[in-house]
């Protein structure tokens, strides 16, 4: 049985932040889940999709977050308590639906969890998804640690069924990832059925019926402002006059700080666990018993600067600040000695911070940054690419493992925005300039959101090579089913769409499969489809070793080893390729036997046939 | 009780995130309060992955340069690259066993001799305990043991107010049968080496 469906009230676990939100979401009966993965919100849908094979909850990957909101909003409007999670700039995604759902509403619980990413530990960028709460009217909901994250869930479901809203549960990393103890509460029977009243003026988002959901968002905003006032988590800690302001995981710097400063009775905390809309009511009451304010909050002043209007809106003239105080700033994540400082610097308390060590006299120390792994299909895929191209092509580049082939000796990256963005950004580069063109696509990826480009590749004639690089899984976040994968060794029946034939209906002509490993053939294609005036795809067939691991599907290959008779130290294979199962002895290039899984990419580029598979 | 902070760094694969986790696993169950922070993603990918546990009357899950109680170095390069987490009463421990990055083998950067690294840190830290994790990893038959060694070892130093048989009984519970004899005997073997130390 899966952990979270351990039926103990009372019981205390140690969970992940996301374990907790899933636990959450069942306490308050979810009966359905989509998402698209990505980091950090992934370990939420994990736990779905494992618990969906035991119990009657509906759980699917969906192709992309617009269609997991959507898919969602089906079965919120139909009655069915519905969670939806996605990554930070998975919302960018969705915000289409987001946006007019916002005015249509829910029937039954829906939560959208946003998973920002202060610090882009994984991520393209440090966006702040507060504003989207402020884009689309919605309530959102901060928590401050794994025993809220579950609790804060649960009720979160209920106030999206009282305002017939979707609610916005806002984390960041530092909760998504982070391990504390939660006191389990009771399961929710999860219903398999709803039912849908037909109302298509008031689900059909014409503007005339638009015009009268916009009024009746702004009426239920102002019902969530007035839950805001008496919500659990809007709070007023301690009395002094000295007032923090803060939100999510800073809230435990702030709480630190203040102990470990010894103030406790010198400050008054608000944290704000509803967000949005405003408690003005207490930001009132906060603001009368304090004499100024420190805002502490990650990434954008968003409530500094709202605390500034509702001030001068109440006529209240105090100093709030919170950008530029010591070093908070809009950069990064906060820790706990930069909130201490800054608390210590503004309140002007006495500190002394702890010394680091001198870190004088370390040497340079060899860079560790990840790689792909050892035998990892993409890097056989580049080098075929290489070896054609040359070193002069443009190549536009996606999200996923592959992501990491920027990295030297691969080099083979130059410019991404977003998912998706290699093939449409290809059309402007083989438009705008008079080099070649290689784009690279991961499968999942492609099914996201390259479609939609490479439709408009054909259509509008372009000329590049788009290489789709097919490992079967969706690697980077945790080998998540999509569309083209084989779900049955995970244990589910899923349709599975043939990645070539999809290519193919975009009306691309000149479309190659190849296996990686093979790399003559490889580049037999890749230079065919160098030749092509127009669209040409490769589709770069090979399993990702690590999921095919995990799912029984490894290959039976033997490791490869280096001939000291036959080597002549070229080091193409390091210098090409650099598989992580390579390493240096002197001078000799070794190969690591545990590491190596076989897939002879190396044996074939080595100029003296000097890599051999051990016996 | 005091509050505990201590740092894990390491390499993807050295498990140094189920170190971690069966750490405050233990924590929880002896009724201490403890928040532990871990860095996803990189693990399977070679990278440096680095982990928190805070124990005791602390909410915030990471820790700042400089605060570290306790730095748990389980590669030396990345023990010294993680030493801005430390100062100078923060105990230190690391594996003497270097597990060379690529981009040394490319070329890219050399690797310093363990000997002059850990020199070095003896220069800065007032306590270190240095052990070759993998040596006895490789005694107990188990080479991906060295979690557990490195978990023995921190146990063993008495820094942290873990008890080895709370410890044990944790890793009885989290690990699978086959490998329960050797992972208590790699937990041992650290045990008595930091306790030599």
Same mark, same amino acid.
């Given at each position: 049985?899966?952990?979270?469906?351990?039926?103990?009230?009372?019981?205390?676990?140690?969970?992940?932040?996301?374990?907790?939100?899933?636990?959450?979401?069942?306490?308050?009966?979810?009966?359905?889940?989509?998402?698209?993965?990505?980091?950090?919100?992934?370990?939420?849908?994990?736990?779905?999709? +494992?618990?969906?094979?035991?119990?009657?909850?509906?759980?699917?990957?969906?192709?992309?977050?617009?269609?997991?909101?959507?898919?969602?909003?089906?079965?919120?409007?139909?009655?069915? *308590?519905?969670?939806?999670?996605?990554?930070?700039?998975?919302?960018?995604?969705?915000a289409?639906?987001l946006m007019t759902l916002a005015y249509s509403g829910?029937?039954?619980?829906?939560?959208?969890?946003?998973?920002?990413?202060?610090?882009?530990?994984?991520?393209?960028?440090?966006?702040?998804?507060r504003y989207y709460a402020r884009l689309s009217g919605l309530p959102m909901?901060?928590?401050?640690?794994?025993?809220?994250?579950?609790?804060?869930?649960?009720?979160?479901?209920?106030?999206?069924?009282?305002l017939e809203l979707p609610v916005l549960?806002?984390?960041?990393?530092?909760?998504?990832?982070?391990?504390?103890?939660?006191?389990?509460?009771?399961?929710?029977?999860?219903?398999?059925?709803?039912?849908? +009243?037909?109302?298509?003026?008031?689900?059909?988002?014409?503007?005339?019926?638009s015009?009268?959901l916009h009024k009746l968002l702004l009426e239920k905003y102002d019902q969530a402002a007035?839950?805001?006032?008496?919500?659990?988590?809007?709070?007023?800690?301690?009395?002094?006059?000295?007032?923090?302001?803060?939100?999510?995981?800073?809230?435990?710097?702030?709480?630190?700080?203040?102990?470990?400063?010894?103030?406790?009775?010198?400050?008054?905390?608000?944290?704000?666990?509803?967000?949005w809309p405003l408690?003005?009511?207490?930001?009132?009451?906060?603001?009368?018993?304090?004499?100024?304010?420190?805002?502490?909050?990650?990434?954008?002043?968003?409530?500094?600067?709202?605390?500034?209007?509702?001030?001068?809106?109440?006529?209240?003239?105090?100093?709030?600040? $919170?950008? #530029?105080?010591?070093?908070?700033? +809009?950069?990064?994540?906060?820790?706990?000695?930069?909130? *201490?400082?800054?608390?210590?610097?503004?309140?002007?308390?006495?500190?002394?911070?702890?010394?680091?060590?001198?870190? &004088?006299?370390?040497?340079?120390?060899?860079?560790?940054?990840?790689?792909?792994?050892?035998?990892?299909?993409?890097?056989?895929?580049?080098?075929?690419?290489?070896?054609?191209?040359?070193?002069?092509?443009?190549?536009?580049?996606?999200?996923?493992?592959?992501?990491?082939?920027?990295?030297?000796?691969?080099?083979?990256?130059?410019?991404?925005?977003?998912?998706?963005?290699?093939?449409?950004?290809?059309?402007?580069?083989?438009?705008?300039?008079?080099?070649?063109?290689?784009?690279?696509?991961?499968?999942?990826?492609?099914?996201?959101? #390259?479609?939609?480009?490479?439709?408009?590749?054909?259509?509008?004639?372009?000329?590049?090579?788009?290489?789709?690089?097919?490992?079967?899984?969706?690697?980077?976040?945790?080998?998540?089913?999509?569309?083209?994968?084989?779900?049955?060794?995970?244990?589910?029946?899923?349709?599975?769409?043939?990645? !070539?034939?999809?290519?193919?209906?975009?009306?691309?002509?000149?479309?190659?499969?190849?296996?990686?490993?093979?790399?003559?053939?490889?580049?037999?294609?890749?230079?065919?489809?160098?030749?092509?005036? #127009?669209?040409?795809?490769?589709? &770069?067939? !090979?399993?990702?070793?690590?999921?095919? *691991?995990?799912?029984?599907?490894? *290959?039976?290959?033997?490791?490869?080893?280096?001939?000291?008779?036959?080597?002549?130290?070229?080091?193409?294979?390091?210098?090409?390729?650099?598989?992580?199962?390579?390493?240096?002895?002197?001078?000799?290039?070794?190969?690591?036997?545990?590491?190596?899984? $076989?897939?002879?990419?190396?044996?074939?580029?080595?100029?003296?046939?000097?890599?051999?598979?051990?016996? | 009780?005091?509050?505990?902070?201590?740092?894990?760094?390491?390499?993807?694969?050295?498990?140094?995130?189920?170190?971690?986790?069966?750490?405050?696993?233990?924590?929880?169950?002896?009724?201490?309060?403890?928040?532990?922070?871990?860095?996803?993603?990189?693990?399977?990918?070679? %990278?440096? @992955?680095?982990?928190?546990?805070?124990?005791?009357?602390?909410?915030?899950?990471?820790?700042?340069?400089?605060?570290?109680?306790?730095?748990? %170095?389980?590669?030396?390069?990345?023990?010294?690259?993680?030493?801005?987490?430390?100062?100078?009463?923060?105990?230190?421990?690391?594996?003497?066993?270097?597990?060379?990055?690529?981009? @040394?083998?490319?070329?890219?950067?050399?690797?310093?001799? @363990?000997?002059?690294?850990?020199?070095?840190?003896?220069?800065?830290?007032?306590?270190?305990?240095?052990?070759?994790?993998?040596?006895?990893?490789?005694?107990?038959?188990?080479?991906?043991?060295?979690?557990?060694?490195?978990?023995?070892?921190?146990?063993?130093?008495?820094?942290?107010?873990?008890?080895?048989?709370?410890?044990?009984?944790?890793?009885?519970?989290?690990?699978?049968?086959?490998?329960?004899?050797?992972?208590?005997?790699?937990?041992?073997?650290?045990?008595?080496?930091?306790?030599?130390?």
């Amino acid at each position: 049985m899966h952990k979270l469906l351990t039926d103990s009230p009372g019981k205390e676990m140690l969970l992940l932040g996301n374990e907790a939100i899933a636990r959450g979401a069942l306490e308050a009966g979810l009966s359905f889940a989509t998402c698209y993965p990505g980091t950090p919100s992934s370990e939420i849908p994990e736990q779905f999709f +494992r618990i969906s094979q035991e119990t009657d909850l509906y759980f699917e990957y969906s192709t992309n977050e617009k269609v997991a909101l959507e898919v969602g909003a089906g079965a919120a409007v139909s009655g069915l *308590r519905t969670m939806v999670t996605m990554k930070h700039v998975g919302l960018n995604v969705a915000a289409d639906p987001l946006m007019t759902l916002a005015y249509s509403g829910v029937k039954a619980g829906m939560v959208i969890v946003t998973a920002d990413d202060p610090y882009l530990f994984s991520s393209q960028n440090e966006q702040d998804n507060r504003y989207y709460a402020r884009l689309s009217g919605l309530p959102m909901l901060e928590p401050t640690n794994t025993q809220e994250m579950k609790d804060i869930t649960k009720m979160a479901f209920d106030l999206s069924e009282q305002l017939e809203l979707p609610v916005l549960l806002r984390t960041t990393t530092r909760l998504n990832h982070v391990r504390g103890k939660v006191v389990l509460g009771e399961l929710q029977p999860i219903r398999t059925k709803g039912e849908f +009243r037909r109302n298509p003026f008031h689900f059909v988002a014409i503007p005339a019926v638009s015009r009268k959901l916009h009024k009746l968002l702004l009426e239920k905003y102002d019902q969530a402002a007035r839950k805001a006032e008496s919500w659990p988590t809007n709070q007023i800690i301690g009395n002094g006059p000295w007032g923090i302001v803060t939100n999510g995981v800073s809230f435990n710097y702030v709480s630190d700080a203040i102990s470990d400063l010894g103030i406790q009775d010198k400050v008054t905390i608000l944290k704000l666990g509803f967000s949005w809309p405003l408690p003005k009511g207490l930001i009132k009451q906060f603001l009368d018993q304090v004499d100024k304010v420190l805002v502490v909050e990650e990434l954008e002043p968003i409530n500094e600067n709202d605390f500034r209007a509702v001030a001068e809106e109440l006529g209240i003239t105090k100093l709030i600040k $919170g950008k #530029g105080v010591g070093e908070l700033s +809009r950069l990064f994540e906060y820790d706990p000695g930069m909130v *201490r400082r800054a608390i210590a610097q503004y309140f002007e308390v006495p500190y002394e911070p702890p010394k680091p060590v001198d870190l &004088s006299g370390i040497p340079e120390l060899p860079a560790r940054p990840p790689n792909l792994c050892p035998g990892c299909p993409h890097r056989a895929t580049y080098y075929a690419v290489k070896e054609v191209y040359g070193e002069d092509a443009i190549h536009p580049t996606d999200i996923g493992c592959y992501t990491l082939g920027v990295l030297p000796p691969i080099s083979m990256a130059d410019y991404l925005i977003c998912m998706g963005s290699s093939v449409s950004s290809s059309c402007g580069f083989s438009q705008a300039t008079d080099k070649k063109v290689v784009s690279f696509i991961g499968d999942s990826t492609f099914f996201h959101s #390259g479609i939609t480009g490479l439709v408009n590749a054909v259509h509008n004639n372009h000329k590049f090579t788009l290489v789709i690089l097919d490992n079967g899984t969706t690697a980077m976040t945790g080998h998540q089913p999509h569309p083209g994968v084989d779900t049955t060794p995970m244990g589910v029946q899923r349709t599975q769409i043939d990645l !070539e034939q999809v290519v193919r209906g975009c009306g691309v002509k000149d479309v190659h499969v190849v296996k990686p490993f093979k790399l003559k053939k490889t580049m037999e294609a890749v230079k065919a489809a160098m030749e092509y005036d #127009g669209i040409s795809v490769i589709i &770069s067939k !090979e399993l990702c070793p690590l999921f095919a *691991r995990a799912t029984g599907q490894a *290959r039976k290959a033997k490791p490869f080893y280096v001939n000291l008779d036959k080597c002549k130290n070229h080091r193409d294979c390091i210098n090409k390729i650099a598989c992580p199962a390579m390493y240096l002895e002197g001078e000799q290039v070794m190969i690591n036997q545990n590491l190596c899984i $076989g897939c002879a990419v190396c044996a074939q580029i080595c100029p003296e046939n000097a890599i051999l598979p051990s016996k | 009780m005091d509050t505990k902070r201590v740092v894990f760094v390491g390499v993807g694969g050295q498990g140094n995130l189920l170190a971690s986790r069966l750490l405050g696993e233990a924590a929880l169950s002896q009724g201490i309060q403890t928040v532990v922070s871990e860095i996803h993603g990189m693990a399977q990918r070679g %990278g440096i @992955v680095e982990s928190a546990v805070l124990m005791g009357e602390v909410s915030s899950p990471i820790v700042s340069n400089g605060e570290a109680d306790v730095l748990v %170095g389980f590669e030396p390069v990345e023990t010294l690259r993680a030493l801005g987490k430390c100062n100078q009463e923060t105990l230190v421990i690391t594996n003497t066993h270097p597990l060379p990055p690529f981009t @040394v083998s490319v070329g890219q950067g050399t690797y310093p001799p @363990v000997d002059e690294m850990l020199d070095l840190i003896q220069t800065k830290i007032r306590r270190v305990i240095a052990l070759d994790g993998d040596a006895m990893a490789a005694e107990v038959g188990n080479p991906l043991s060295l979690n557990m060694v490195m978990l023995g070892a921190l146990i063993g130093s008495g820094s942290i107010p873990i008890t080895a048989e709370v410890m044990k009984k944790t890793i009885e519970q989290s690990t699978k049968k086959a490998f329960l004899e050797s992972n208590l005997k790699a937990f041992d073997l650290g045990y008595e080496s930091a306790q030599s130390q």
